[in-house]
């Protein structure tokens, strides 16, 4: 019975796993590396188990601290050179797959809070957003209890730039009367 779809064999695997690594902008997990590389129904998390090592030890691919990974010169040498193997739509949706992983990091290391407990058993919760040049905004927030403060963090970092957009578009609104 023959297989359908891209991967047939464990050189298929290698190949896409070198496609997405040459275009991913960060290090990632044997996790990431699968779903990213999931675009062909006959590619297996095992499959990818098995892959990575061997790339590890070919030289295609770096195990960094922390099991995550990222390619080498040789993996990106050896990526461009095999890239045309790989069928057309497997190669879009690994794209589109790369830059969402891409935008999502990249938004998380702009978009931070923390909880920080203070002397008298209610929280303090600290967020920020930055972008390429530094930080935009700092904002520090009083919660009663933890279980306020995680959860004011977990929306600031879902609700970031709305913050930011709302606090500018309200402080600005009346800049012209203060300016008489």
Excluded: W
């Amino acid at each position: 019975m023959q297989r359908l779809g891209f991967i047939h064999d464990m050189m298929d695997v290698k190949v896409l796993i070198l496609y997405v690594a040459a275009r991913a902008s960060y290090p990632m997990t044997l996790q990431e590396i699968y779903e990213l590389c999931y675009q062909d129904e006959c590619l297996s998390y095992f499959d990818v188990c098995t892959a990575v090592p061997e790339m590890v030890t070919s030289g295609h691919l770096k195990q960094l601290d922390g099991e995550r990974y990222e390619i080498t010169d040789k993996g990106r040498r050896d990526g461009e050179i095999t890239a045309d193997s790989i069928a057309f739509t497997v190669k879009q949706r690994a794209e589109n797959a790369v830059a969402r992983f891409n935008r999502q990091l990249r938004r998380s290391s702009m978009v931070r809070s923390r909880v920080v407990p203070r002397e008298n058993g209610d929280y303090s919760v600290i967020m920020a957003l930055d972008d390429e040049m530094g930080n935009l905004m700092t904002l520090e927030l009083f919660a009663p209890d933890q279980r306020q403060a995680v959860r004011l963090g977990k929306l600031f970092e879902k609700k970031a730039e709305t913050v930011y957009n709302l606090t500018m578009t309200e402080l600005l609104e009346d800049e012209d009367t203060l300016e008489d």
